[in-house]
């Protein structure tokens, strides 16, 4: 008898262990559904400096693949930082993607990031186009070249100061630099590095120079002949245009030029930090590197191989040092203006 009634409570025990079991399986199932819907709810706001199709690939794979909505705000540096500006008092964006490292370093220095140090692939990125404390990451980068029309151009050039010859009197144009990141980039970095910049700078202006616009604005003039050659040519677009069949190369100049990194930061003030962090890892993971690599931008990530465009240690540098670069451009930016007054 009593043997039967310890079977009997064994068989209660293991029944009702199971009934546990099935409750605890079917909490984690909830939680995890309900997971899944709160994640799917979410919208993470992106402001980005571009390139288009890009940030599309880039939304559209982090989409699929988290689950997470994004709303997705494009313009220039200049534009987002006006907008941030504008939204100070009632912030809107959680992600920020600037075309200028030196002005998202603007924005570390005027406390509008937040630290993420525990960002994954972050050892793989290159640690110069990065913020060492984990407030930005310089995901990708664009080298500013010679971008010319190989229709009208009989030599190319292979220098700087090539541009002040009688060749291209009234035949080569900038991007305005209060209007492109990397424009701006490019003159604080060259005449950084070099002595005799400004002075070559000058030369331009003297041979007819046109400042053109935003980076688009500048090659399209070189694509339709207008100009025979854009000075601080964004190399990804250039490359872009001739795999489009139009008539356009890029050269680097042999005495150096300008990498311009371009990183992605969380606001300070974001709503949605976690999603936030899953924007940052994705495109700081292979799957986001080979993204960067097909837009004919330089890779973060040395070891993700680049299509139809030269390799970062292909191209001649010049060092340049970003942390604290933001004051410095507004200086550059004053004397160009001044100087084309």
């Known amino acids: 008898m009593k043997k039967r009634r310890f079977k009997l409570w064994a068989t209660a025990g293991i029944l009702l262990t199971l009934a546990l079991a099935g409750c605890g399986n079917k909490q984690v199932e909830e939680q995890q559904q309900a997971s899944a819907k709160t994640q799917a709810e979410q919208v993470l706001t992106v402001y980005s400096a571009g390139p288009d199709g890009l940030a599309a690939n880039i939304q559209q794979a982090f989409e699929e693949k988290t689950g997470i909505k994004v709303e997705m705000f494009q313009g220039t540096t200049g534009k987002i930082l006006s907008r941030l500006e504008a939204e100070k008092n009632n912030p809107v964006a959680d992600i920020v993607v600037l075309a200028s490292v030196a002005s998202m370093d603007g924005l570390k220095a005027t406390a509008q990031l937040q630290s993420y140090k525990d960002a994954e692939n972050k050892e793989n990125i290159n640690p110069t186009w990065s913020d ?6 310089g995901y990708s980068a664009s080298a500013l070249g010679i971008a010319y029309n190989t229709k009208n151009t009989k030599q190319a050039p292979t220098d700087w100061a090539d541009l002040a010859k009688a060749e291209w009197q009234n035949k080569i144009n900038i991007p305005d ?8 980039d490019f003159l604080f970095g060259y005449t950084e590095a070099e002595k005799t910049a400004w002075a070559t700078v000058e030369t ?7 400042v053109n616009g935003a980076n688009k604005e500048a090659l399209d003039a070189v694509i339709t002949g207008e100009k025979n050659a854009t000075i601080a040519g964004v190399d990804y677009m250039a490359y872009k245009a001739k795999a489009d069949g139009e008539p356009v190369e890029i050269v680097y100049p042999k005495s150096g030029t300008v990498v311009s990194p371009r990183a992605v930061g969380i606001l300070k003030d974001a709503k949605h930090v976690e999603a936030a962090k899953a924007y940052v890892d994705f495109l700081l993971s292979d799957e986001g590197q080979k993204l960067v690599a097909d837009a004919y931008l330089l890779p973060g990530n040395k070891e993700i191989a680049v299509k139809n465009r030269a390799a970062l240690d292909e191209i001649p540098q010049l ?16 004397k160009f203006i001044d100087l084309f007054r």
Not at 132 to 137: A, L, S
């Open 132 to 137: 060492g404390e984990g407030y930005y990451f």
């Open 177 to 184: 630099p209060s209007l492109s990141g990397s424009a701006v």
């Open 204 to 210: 331009w202006k003297n041979n007819g120079l046109q």
């Open 319 to 334: 060092q340049v040092e970003w942390a604290g670069a933001e004051a410095k451009q507004l200086d550059v930016l004053t």
